[in-house]
């Protein structure tokens, strides 16, 4: 094995706290490789060859800081790697039928268990949105059907629909490195039928689905939403997520507005999940 350096970051702001997700978000594009959130707060990973010690200067939300944000810096070798994530991701189990867990995690006597490389936060389960997203997968009829799922982060979501039978499942992320990791896991979930691209809706171009999964952010839904109505077929269902309760009035608005009409939502610490039909 290679002797990797990498920097770790410790945050501490809560993971329930709004805001983190911003924080990942904008570490990401800084060039923060891995997270992983805990009771403490938020642990960032970059590697020593990444890193500048004003690598946070371009990380917004520290400026105007909606939230108090400490740090400390370590330096950890890879040998280390796979110690610190089985320290700190556990098994997330949904309803009584799925559990998401990482490689080294026993193998559960559920229906559903889809088994994650656990590299990035987004797509672990841990997340309130990725949860009510698997929810919603768990609780809807997807055998035979035409899947989209935008935002597609580890895949998990993807997984979920393949393991209940969907005929196919195009899943589609703008980030390399999470385009790579969902390729990685649909692999090793033997999920033949997930195609895994990166990019964004611009792709979509006239493919119709029975169903869309999106959980992304306000911005990205409110911009992609007439786009994913134009893809889904007659009686689709879209479903949503990745923004807070204050902005359900808008999404909704955007939904009628693009000939949705509204079915149901799921709400968690102030996160929430719609579903809306065509
Ligand atoms: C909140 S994560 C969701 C991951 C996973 N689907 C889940 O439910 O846990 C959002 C994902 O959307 C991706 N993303 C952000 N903007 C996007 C866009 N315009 N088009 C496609 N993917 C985008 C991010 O890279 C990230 O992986």
Redesign the pocket.
């Known amino acids: 094995m290679s002797n990797t350096i990498y920097i770790e970051y410790n945050f501490s702001v809560s993971p329930l706290q709004p805001g983190s997700d911003i924080l990942i978000a904008e570490l990401g594009e800084a060039g923060f490789e891995s997270f992983v959130e805990n009771e403490e707060g938020v642990l960032a990973y970059i590697q020593k060859e990444d890193w500048n010690e004003n690598i946070l200067e371009t990380v917004e939300i520290l400026d105007n800081s909606i939230f108090e944000v400490g740090f400390s810096i370590k330096e950890i070798e890879q040998e280390n790697w796979n110690a610190t994530w089985e320290k700190n991701f556990e098994a997330i189990q949904v309803a009584d039928q799925c559990v998401v867990r990482a490689p080294f995690h026993e193998k559960p006597d559920v229906a559903f268990d889809i088994v994650i490389e656990p590299k990035m936060s ?2 672990t389960g841990h ?1 309130e ?2 949860y009510m ?1 698997l929810q919603f997968v768990l609780e809807n009829d997807f055998e035979g059907k035409d899947v989209l ?6 895949g ?2 993807a997984i979920l629909a393949a393991l209940k039978k969907a005929a196919h499942i195009d899943a ?4 390399n490195w ?1 385009y790579l990791n969902a390729k990685e896991n649909v692999e090793r979930n033997n999920c033949s039928h997930i195609s895994v691209f990166e990019g ?2 611009s792709l979509l171009g006239e493919r119709k689905y029975n169903v869309i999964l999106a ?2 952010n306000r911005n ?1 839904l409110l911009a992609d939403i007439p786009v994913y109505a134009q893809n889904l077929r007659e009686n689709g269902a879209l479903f949503l997520s ?1 923004f807070y309760e204050e902005d359900i009035p808008l999404i909704s608005e955007t939904c009628l507005k693009a000939g949705l009409k509204f079915e149901k939502n799921l709400q968690k610490n102030n996160w929430v999940a719609v579903k809306y039909v065509f």
């Open positions: 987004f797509g997340h949105t990725t997203m799922d935008m935002g597609s982060g580890t998990v979501l589609i992320d703008i980030d999470c964004d809706s959980n992304i990205i990745g």
